[in-house]
């Protein structure tokens, strides 16, 4: 069979109910009578209208995953097979997603046909004659659609498959998908969304900021990989640019959503998003580091759990007190069961109420691509950026990336050169110290104000669900970013915005974890800035390093695990 030419389909689905579907599984008790003839009688409804569509389509073959892997508990074939799912998928000619568990005895039959709500056109109209369509305005379904503007039955988070967290590779990697509802069919490639009466019915997606939920009505694929994913761009990084700011965003969103989804078996999260990992890296030519990138590291590593929006919580069913406030109670909806390091966020648990979010947003991509204008409108200056010195994956990092990296992080560890500060140092007095001796040095920056903004975001939200007011006092800030902000107009005409972790001691592995995510902006005023001496200015300010500042912060190589 491996050295045949042959085409064939894939199946995307849920096992459903146990207790009312079980589904028949390819075991070591049966596989020779499976060998013979697989019963058609005990496959599930799934399964035999996936058959009837496959051989309908003129295809085959059929890739189904509970027949084709072995499902004994503890099975070596499954530790073989689950890391090559995106190559099955990958090379599938179409998937066909169920959208929809499968049905018990007594409703097999309850699937609609799609023309009892959906207008259908019998002839196109022409210059020269009218069209026929039938359109049934009393259905009630048909009126509930037509009062909708914004077609709720395309939002995806509606659909059961769509709930779980191994179907998302599935469906991403897949370079066709053939959907199948109980109403309607709809058809998505990677570059077309379509209902089989409706037609087109998306437009590719605006930009979204990182606060914005990616479930809801699908765009296309370019949702998922969008254009800031670019071939090759691994070989020409500036951490700042508009490109680099717009794929950490994308690619945190798109983690958001795949931890959004749920599993049957909480130690498959990691091996479950592989292949997307896969598909990333193969695509950038980029280097994964548990769910961060080595080329982007100071950028993907810049991650923080903080409370999701209301609108989300209260979309999920929160718990909500009198007078309609939404509340934030730490629940843990899946618990961390493989290892991973520190700065990964697979090292922790997902939250009901609580969420990762990339340490920065729309805004600064706002200012960075109007410095990159010519005259630019804005002044930016990289101050500081901390450089990923090594990378190592313990014994399995003999031959550079194992193939393992992908789905086995354990004794994966990076070298980090960066400044650290101890807790316990007052950094706000230096700070103020040196603006003091800013105003007496430069006659321009003599009246100048400073406000800072200091937030500490602890990797484990506190038991109330509130932020904590401070770091843990025996660790230490360490810097990962630091750029100036320079432009002509608004209340603060200089910026000065740092970010980076808190990390704390593992002795006896002589190394140092991360804790929490901090970021500090300080926004001045009382400077002279207008059009004409803005790059004077920017100039003149980033000669000043925030962390230079007093003799408490120490240059240091970090390892972190």
């Known amino acids: 069979m491996a050295k045949r030419d042959f085409k064939y389909l894939a199946l995307s689905h849920m096992w459903g109910d146990p207790n009312l579907n079980q589904h028949l599984k390819l075991l070591t008790s049966n596989i020779a009578e ?34 084709c892997i072995l499902q004994d508990k503890d099975h070596p074939d499954w530790k073989h097979e689950a890391p090559l799912m995106s190559t099955v998928y990958g090379n599938a000619d179409c998937n066909l997603a169920f959208l929809f568990p499968s049905f018990s005895n007594d409703n097999a039959h ?70 199948l509802g109980h109403k309607n069919l709809m058809f998505h490639c990677s570059h077309h969304f379509y209902d089989e009466l409706l037609g087109p019915i998306a437009s590719p997606p605006l930009a979204a900021d ?46 958001n959503e795949y931890r959004s989804r749920e599993l049957t078996k909480p ?37 923080y759990v903080d409370r999701k929006r209301e609108a989300t919580v209260r979309r999920d069913g929160p718990s909500v007190r009198r007078g309609g406030i939404v509340e934030y109670p730490v629940h843990i909806r899946e618990e961390v069961e493989q ?50 010195v090594s990378v190592g994956f313990g014994s399995r990092s003999q031959n550079g990336f194992p193939e393992s990296g992908f789905f086995d ?17 007052s950094w706000l007095k230096d700070l103020e110290q040196r603006f003091a001796n800013i105003r007496k040095l430069d006659r321009a920056d003599a009246r100048l104000q400073w406000v ?51 990390l704390v001691r593992v002795p006896e592995r002589g190394a140092w974890k991360r804790v929490g995510a901090w970021k500090l902006s300080i926004k001045i005023c009382g400077v002279d800035v207008d059009s004409e001496n803005a790059g004077d200015v920017a100039r003149r300010w980033k000669k000043y390093r925030t962390w230079e500042v007093g003799r408490h912060w120490t240059m240091e190589n970090v390892a972190m695990v």
């Not at 590779?169 to 998908?177: A, C, F, G, I, K």
């Not at 340490?359 to 010519?374: A, G, Y």
């Not at 109330?464 to 007011?469: K, L, V």
Request: with cysteine.
């Open 34 to 67: 499976f060998q013979k003839a697989v019963p058609w009688a005990s496959l599930s409804s799934v399964y035999k209208e996936a058959v009837r569509v496959t051989l309908a389509l003129g295809y085959n073959y059929l890739w189904v995953d509970s027949l």
């Open 110 to 179: 309850t699937r609609s046909d799609p023309r009892d709500w959906n207008p259908c056109i019998l002839r196109e109209a022409t210059p020269g004659r009218c069209g026929v369509s039938i359109q049934h305005l009393t259905s009630a379904m048909r009126q509930a659609y037509q009062s909708t503007e914004d077609k709720d039955w395309l939002i995806q988070r509606n659909w059961p498959l769509f709930s779980r967290a191994w179907t998302f590779q599935e469906y991403l990697l897949s370079p066709r998908t053939l959907l």
């Open 210 to 255: 990182d606060t914005t939920p990616k479930q809801g009505r699908d765009y296309g694929k370019t949702r998922y990989f969008p254009p800031s994913l670019a071939q090759g761009m691994a070989q020409d990084v500036v951490i700042s640019s508009p490109r680099a700011l717009s794929f950490a965003i994308d690619w945190q969103a798109l983690f």
């Open 267 to 303: 130690n498959d999260r990691v091996i479950a998003f592989a292949g997307i990992a896969r598909a990333f890296s193969n695509i950038g030519s980029m280097t994964y580091l548990a769910g961060c990138w080595a080329e982007y590291f100071a950028l993907t590593m810049l991650w």
């Open 339 to 388: 290892e991973a390091p520190s700065w990964s966020q697979f090292s922790v648990p997902i939250y009901t109420h609580h969420q990762p979010f990339f340490m920065f947003n729309n805004d600064e991509i706002f200012l960075r691509s109007k410095s990159c204008e010519k005259p630019p409108r804005v002044w930016w200056d990289d101050i500081y950026w901390t450089d990923l």
């Open 409 to 425: 992080f354990r004794g994966l560890e990076v070298d980090l050169s960066m400044p650290l500060l101890p807790v316990k140092t």
């Open 452 to 502: 800072p903004d200091f937030t500490y975001y602890p990797d484990k939200p506190h038991e109330d669900g509130s932020r904590e007011p401070s770091p843990p006092s025996n660790g230490v800030l360490a810097l990962v970013a630091e750029f100036q902000i320079c432009r002509p107009a608004g209340q603060y005409l200089v910026q000065r915005r740092s970010a980076g972790l808190v």
